[in-house]
Protein backbone atom coordinates (compact mmCIF):
# COMPACT_ATOMS: atom_id res chain seq x y z
CA UNK A 1 0.00 0.00 0.00
CA UNK A 2 1.04 3.55 -0.97
CA UNK A 3 -1.04 5.41 1.47
CA UNK A 4 -2.44 7.07 -1.40
CA UNK A 5 -5.89 4.91 -1.81
CA UNK A 6 -9.38 6.99 -1.69
CA UNK A 7 -8.11 9.99 -3.60
CA UNK A 8 -11.77 11.68 -4.84
CA UNK A 9 -10.20 13.18 -7.87
CA UNK A 10 -8.26 11.44 -9.90
CA UNK A 11 -7.63 14.08 -12.28
CA UNK A 12 -5.31 15.78 -10.21
CA UNK A 13 -3.36 12.94 -8.79
CA UNK A 14 -0.64 13.59 -10.93
CA UNK A 15 0.14 16.87 -9.76
CA UNK A 16 -1.62 17.77 -6.07
CA UNK A 17 -2.37 21.04 -4.69
CA UNK A 18 -0.82 21.28 -1.49
CA UNK A 19 -3.24 22.52 1.58
CA UNK A 20 -0.68 25.29 3.33
CA UNK A 21 -0.32 24.82 6.83
CA UNK A 22 0.68 27.38 9.65
CA UNK A 23 2.31 27.70 12.69
CA UNK A 24 0.51 29.65 15.39
CA UNK A 25 2.42 29.78 18.63
CA UNK A 26 3.19 26.44 20.19
CA UNK A 27 0.58 25.19 17.49
CA UNK A 28 0.97 23.68 13.99
CA UNK A 29 -2.60 24.10 12.49
CA UNK A 30 -3.95 21.79 9.29
CA UNK A 31 -6.71 21.88 7.28
CA UNK A 32 -9.03 18.93 8.63
CA UNK A 33 -9.00 16.41 7.22
CA UNK A 34 -5.89 16.00 6.05
CA UNK A 35 -4.10 17.06 2.47
CA UNK A 36 -1.08 16.76 1.23
CA UNK A 37 0.92 19.68 2.65
CA UNK A 38 3.89 21.84 2.11
CA UNK A 39 5.89 22.47 5.25
CA UNK A 40 5.19 26.62 6.39
CA UNK A 41 9.00 26.40 7.20
CA UNK A 42 10.37 24.74 4.03
CA UNK A 43 9.87 23.08 0.56
CA UNK A 44 9.24 19.98 1.83
CA UNK A 45 5.92 18.36 1.07
CA UNK A 46 4.15 15.45 2.21
CA UNK A 47 1.96 13.08 0.45
CA UNK A 48 0.17 11.89 3.06
CA UNK A 49 -3.49 12.27 3.95
CA UNK A 50 -5.83 12.40 7.16
CA UNK A 51 -3.95 11.82 10.59
CA UNK A 52 -0.39 10.81 8.49
CA UNK A 53 -0.38 14.33 6.82
CA UNK A 54 -0.71 15.77 10.13
CA UNK A 55 2.46 13.16 11.43
CA UNK A 56 4.42 13.46 8.97
CA UNK A 57 4.50 17.60 8.78
CA UNK A 58 5.09 17.38 12.90
CA UNK A 59 7.87 14.56 12.37
CA UNK A 60 9.69 17.23 9.76
CA UNK A 61 8.86 20.44 11.72
CA UNK A 62 10.32 18.08 14.66
CA UNK A 63 13.24 16.06 13.47
CA UNK A 64 14.33 19.45 10.43
CA UNK A 65 13.29 22.22 12.61
CA UNK A 66 13.17 21.50 16.12
CA UNK A 67 10.21 22.71 16.47
CA UNK A 68 7.93 20.39 18.51
CA UNK A 69 4.47 21.84 18.25
CA UNK A 70 0.67 21.06 19.49
CA UNK A 71 -1.41 19.14 16.54
CA UNK A 72 -4.06 21.45 15.59
CA UNK A 73 -7.02 21.02 12.85
CA UNK A 74 -8.47 23.51 11.25
CA UNK A 75 -12.32 23.50 9.80
CA UNK A 76 -12.60 24.16 6.44
CA UNK A 77 -16.10 25.00 6.55
CA UNK A 78 -15.70 27.69 9.37
CA UNK A 79 -12.39 28.05 9.91
CA UNK A 80 -12.98 27.42 13.50
CA UNK A 81 -9.49 25.38 15.20
CA UNK A 82 -8.93 22.53 17.51
CA UNK A 83 -7.77 19.15 18.63
CA UNK A 84 -8.31 15.71 16.45
CA UNK A 85 -11.03 15.36 19.12
CA UNK A 86 -12.45 18.06 19.02
CA UNK A 87 -12.78 18.91 15.62
CA UNK A 88 -13.83 14.67 15.13
CA UNK A 89 -17.14 15.99 16.71
CA UNK A 90 -17.31 19.59 15.19
CA UNK A 91 -19.83 18.62 12.20
ZN1 LIG B 1 10.07 21.82 7.02
Not at 36 to 59: D, F, Q, V
Not at 61 to 81: I, M, P, S
Request: hydrophobic share 25%; charged share 20%; with cysteine.
Amino acid sequence: MDGSQGSPNPAHSSLPTFSPSRIEGDKIILKYNGKPTKCPRCEWTTLATNTRAMGSIHRDLETAHTLRLVKYWECGVCGFAGDGPTLKGHY
